[in-house]
Nanobody
């Protein structure tokens, strides 16, 4: 099983951009569907974006579609979340998640589907 470590969070102003990284360690990565979730204070963890381990498939929550982009570099065992036009409502702890799967086109959509999680990185959008 892989271990996941997020980085790249911080305090930014509305309209700014950030790129989160999720580095995976372990023997295998290429058969992991990967995703990003977030959790704001007092709210449940919610889906943000996901990427299949092959085929280049991606899926986004409606709230971030057109602003966020998920990508993966298998050679570096790293998944990224590029966040543009950030809004105060994007403030949350962002978690990287993974699920080992035999389906190259599987996309994470729910938190319960994930096998492994990172520790989270705080993103705060405030003026």
């Amino acid at each position: 099983q892989v271990q996941l470590v997020e980085s790249g969070g911080g305090l930014v102003q509305p309209g700014d951009s950030l790129r989160l990284s999720c580095a995976a360690s372990g023997r295998t990565f290429n058969n992991y569907a990967m995703g990003w979730f977030r959790q704001a204070p007092g709210k449940e963890r919610e889906f943000v974006a996901s990427s299949s381990w092959a085929g280049g498939l991606t899926h986004y929550a409606d709230s971030v579609k057109g602003r966020f982009t998920i990508s993966r570099d298998s050679s570096k065992k790293t998944v990224y979340l590029r966040m543009n036009s950030l809004k105060p409502e994007d403030t949350a702890v962002y978690y990287c998640a993974g699920k080992t799967t035999g389906s190259a086109y599987f996309l994470l959509r729910e938190a319960w589907e994930s096998d492994t999680w990172g520790q989270g990185t705080q993103v705060t959008v405030s003026s």
